[in-house]
């Protein structure tokens, strides 16, 4: 009995036994082994007891909080090029551009000569309902000034923006009035479109252009689909030409509202995350609508599934540039100091099954950043022969039209960008930013006159009367970039267009300016022409048959024909920031 009862405790005392030895070799390891680490288990506890020791042995005292700050970004930067860290003081101006609204003053502005300028005072906002002007000058903030060389567009915007039901006090210059101007503002909540433009081209036409994929921007698409229908559009132009992306979420909602029901939109597949289809549920309301969409080397992430949703279903024409060449995934995970990163989970594949991500290098994002640089180099923007297409990551779309994955879309209809009328002069002035500078002087200068003309057609008129070239060149040349009489006539037209299009953004906002742009831009003259023509609806392609000698030539010149170039569209009016 008593051997019985014995044995019943021994699984105990071993248990005991193994308790105690891993408390004493603890206790040993942690107090015997000097500078030692002992026994790491894992590369993440190799970082953590870096961090440790460098906070502990450093012979200098190290801000842990700024170390861990920079070491942040260069840990995600070997991943791959988008999986990125963002400061917790970022981290809401980041959002915000997606979100679809902040809270501030209610203002778009732009920094010259080290005071901020208003622009354009939100139509509703906080800044309108006490009387701030477009033209202020803002001088002080909450009794202190607020010029010189601290007044960054950052700090004017960490100053500016602030929680809703707070206030701020300014000191504003007004060019009518003797004294500063003062005003309380209480912020609040300002809206942040991103549809830019809703308009009809012609009688039967609309165009929509899209700058980001945000929160609200399916609502926004529906609401100009409204707008539009309500003038009869019996066709579509959609603009993402240098959109950038946003929220997959949106593109997918948007491109719903253009696909028949069961029609794969994209899908989504990484280690972690099992593959995810997303299909058309039938709801949408232009499935029969004929649409072009329009695509530039700026076109990104979720503007590339969109097209490429609209490419591969054979729904419409992509006319255009090779777009960016994103195919990833990120998961947006916020840490408690406010902080956040957004990391990689996922690819993203086209409804033909291609994935359009472009090579990279982990940790050489710089190289891949400047991706643009080097297809402007080997001539990619002038020329669709100079893209080399992998036969490898060929793909069909459901008419058999061959697409490709390994780097962006392809255009169906490819348009080059065109260097007529560019020269030294014309690049450096636009590099100084002098165009820039001498429109934004000129509209406060004559703001008052100007503030007759409502629409750009008219406003159009009146500054052709004002031979703004030759007073542009008056003033670049006291700027230090002397007159060039026979270059300045080379790009007298782009000259012009820049400096028309800047004072129409300065007076009536970005979808005036717009409107302007495109009534001489070639890729939206092919978008109409197509329309016109009933080809927005993708053609099954023929069987080719094996070219002759005969027939070679033939074929080599209906190529160069059907090229169409682009004037370039210097779109380089005032960066300009809201509060």
């Known amino acids: 009995m008593r051997t019985r009862n014995s044995s019943r405790f021994i699984p105990l005392v071993i248990a005991i036994s193994v308790v105690v030895g891993i408390l004493i070799g603890t206790f040993y390891a942690k107090h015997f082994s000097g500078n030692r680490l002992g026994i790491i288990n894992s590369s993440s506890n190799k970082l953590n007891a870096l961090l440790r020791i460098v906070d502990d042995q450093y012979v200098d005292t190290v801000n842990m909080t700024d170390l861990v700050e920079k070491a942040m970004p260069q840990i995600l930067a070997e991943l791959d090029p988008h999986s990125t860290y963002i400061p917790a ?103 942040q479109n991103t549809i830019d433009a809703t308009y009809m081209l012609n009688n039967k036409f609309g ?81 029969k609508m004929p649409i072009v969409v329009l695509v530039d080397e700026g076109s990104a992430s979720a503007s590339e599934i969109f097209a490429g949703a609209i490419q591969d279903n054979d729904r419409g024409m992509i006319i255009g540039r090779r777009s960016f060449g994103k195919g990833l995934v990120q998961q947006p995970i916020d840490f408690s100091d406010g902080s956040a990163i957004r990391l990689t989970i996922a690819r993203y594949y086209t409804p033909s099954g291609r994935c359009i991500q472009r090579h990279y290098e982990s940790g050489k994002d710089q190289n891949y950043e400047m991706d643009w640089l080097t297809r402007y180099e080997h001539g990619e923007f002038f ?91 008056r003033y670049a040349d006291s700027k230090g970039i002397k007159r060039r009489n026979i270059l300045i006539q080379k790009s007298h037209k782009l000259l012009e267009r820049n400096i028309y299009g800047n004072i129409i953004y300065n007076m009536l906002g970005k979808e005036a300016y717009i409107k302007y742009f495109n009534n001489s831009d070639t890729t939206v003259k092919k978008a109409i022409e197509i329309l016109k023509k009933g080809e927005a609806f993708p053609k099954a392609p023929a069987v080719v048959k094996q070219p002759t000698k005969k027939n070679e030539g033939k074929k080599k010149r209906t190529a160069q024909a059907n090229s169409v170039k682009e004037n370039p569209v210097l779109r380089l009016y005032a960066k300009v920031s809201f509060c």
Do not use: W
Request: proline content about 3%.
């Open 383 to 473: 020329s669709r022969d100079s893209i080399k297409l992998d036969e490898k990551l060929r793909y069909s779309t459901g008419l058999g039209r061959p697409v490709y994955g390994g780097g962006g879309i392809m255009p169906d209809l490819f348009v080059p960008q065109d260097t007529t009328g560019v020269s030294s002069y014309l690049t450096s002035v636009l590099n100084k930013g002098l165009t820039i500078q001498f429109t934004f002087q000129y509209t406060d200068r004559n703001r008052d006159q100007m503030s007759q003309y409502e629409d750009e057609g008219t406003l159009l008129t009146y500054l052709r009367h004002q031979n703004l070239v030759e007073q542009f060149v």
């Open 89 to 191: 003081k970022d981290l809401e101006n980041v959002n915000s551009e997606l979100e679809g609204s902040f809270s501030g003053i209610g203002i778009q502005f732009t920094i010259q000569d080290d005071t901020i300028h208003v622009n354009s005072v939100i139509q509703g906002g906080p800044s309108e309902k006490v009387g701030l002007m477009a033209g202020d000058r803002i001088v002080s903030v909450n009794d202190t000034s607020f010029v010189g060389k601290k007044v960054t567009n950052d700090v004017a915007m960490r100053t500016l923006k602030g929680p809703k039901g707070t206030q701020v006090k300014l000191g504003v210059k007004r060019m009518t009035e003797k004294d500063i101007l003062k005003f309380n503002i209480t912020r609040g909540d300002i809206p």
């Open 207 to 287: 165009y929509i252009q899209i700058s980001k994929f945000g929160r609200t921007t399916h609502v926004e698409l529906l609401n100009a689909i409204a707008i539009l229908s309500h003038k009869n559009c019996q066709g579509l132009v959609i603009d993402l030409r240098g959109n950038t992306g946003g929220y997959m979420e949106a593109a997918i909602r948007m491109v719903n509202e253009f696909l028949p029901q069961g029609k794969l939109i994209v899908y989504t597949q990484g280690r972690k995350y099992p593959r995810t289809d997303e299909f058309a549920n039938g709801t949408g309301s232009c499935q």
